[in-house]
């Protein structure tokens, strides 16, 4: 074989790397849904534009040192509980005073 020629792999090892592949396609999705329903929270309660409300969830994940799946996830749970961490919901009001024009409200639901 010339140098620098692999052999080839046999099937199983191309069909783990391909199912591998899939799942870390399928969790790429799932978490853009969860950030694109935050972002939509973010539009809806603060007033803001959808580049605007993606601007406040990066600034609020990197003020926050929290990534920023679980920032959305956060604010997700606000949505139907009316609960956020202190810490995030003061870094939401920070960064909405940076990117938007208004403050956010006391609950979604309230």
């Known amino acids: 074989m010339a140098a620098g020629a692999r052999?080839?792999?046999?099937?199983?090892?191309?069909?783990?790397?391909?199912?591998?592949?899939?799942?870390?396609?399928?969790?790429?999705?799932?978490?853009?849904?969860?950030?694109?329903?935050?972002?939509?929270?973010?539009?809806?309660?603060?007033?803001?534009?959808?580049?605007?409300?993606?601007?406040?969830?990066?600034?609020?994940?990197?003020?926050?040192?929290?990534?920023?799946?679980?920032v959305a996830e956060l604010i997700l749970i606000w949505g139907r509980t009316g609960e956020m961490p202190q810490e995030i919901h003061a870094e939401l009001e920070d960064a909405l005073d940076r990117h938007g024009p208004t403050q956010i409200p006391e609950s979604p639901s309230g």
Do not use: C, Y
């Open 7 to 70: 052999e080839p792999a046999d099937g199983t090892d191309r069909i783990f790397a391909l199912e591998e592949e899939v799942d870390q396609l399928k969790e790429a999705v799932a978490s853009h849904a969860v950030v694109d329903q935050a972002i939509g929270m973010v539009v809806a309660l603060a007033r803001v534009s959808p580049d605007q409300g993606w601007a406040v969830l990066k600034d609020v994940s990197q003020h926050t040192n929290i990534r920023l799946r679980n």
